[in-house]
Nanobody
Framework: VQLVESGGGVVQAGGSLRLSCVASGFTFDDYAIGWFRQAPGKEREGVSCISSSDGSTYYVDSVKGRFTISRDNAKNTVDLQMNSLKPEDTAVHYC???????WGQGTQVTVSS
């Protein structure tokens, strides 16, 4: 099993980034994928997830209306479009295979004020 994130970077407040998670080693279509983040000195928190079946989505309140999660089962990818970024979005962002203990290595998102 492997999950690889990309797309992080440094942006000014109000800017946008698009994170991608490419997964392999399991039947991608059958599982939900989640995005999490961990800021320095804070616990890892769930940001968003997308189901396998009907594509239903979840967002933590702090990103609703700004972030959009999507998946492409043909490419085994889940993207997180992040708009109107705020300094408090600064964190390492990880994708996770469903509720398993398989995580990507993380990608750093830094939002400057």
């Amino acid at each position: 099993v492997q999950l690889v994130e990309s797309g992080g970077g440094v942006v000014q407040a109000g800017g946008s980034l698009r994170l991608s998670c490419v997964a392999s080693g399991f039947t991608f279509d059958d599982y939900a994928i989640g995005w999490f983040r961990q800021a320095p000195g804070k616990e890892r928190e769930g940001v968003s997830c997308i189901s396998s079946s009907d594509g239903s989505t979840y967002y933590v309140d702090s990103v609703k209306g700004r972030f959009t999660i999507s998946r492409d089962n043909a490419k085994n990818t889940v993207d997180l479009q992040m708009n109107s970024l705020k300094p408090e979005d600064t964190a390492v962002h990880y994708c996770r295979w469903s509720t398993t203990n398989y995580w990507g290595q993380g990608t750093q998102v830094t939002v400057s004020s």
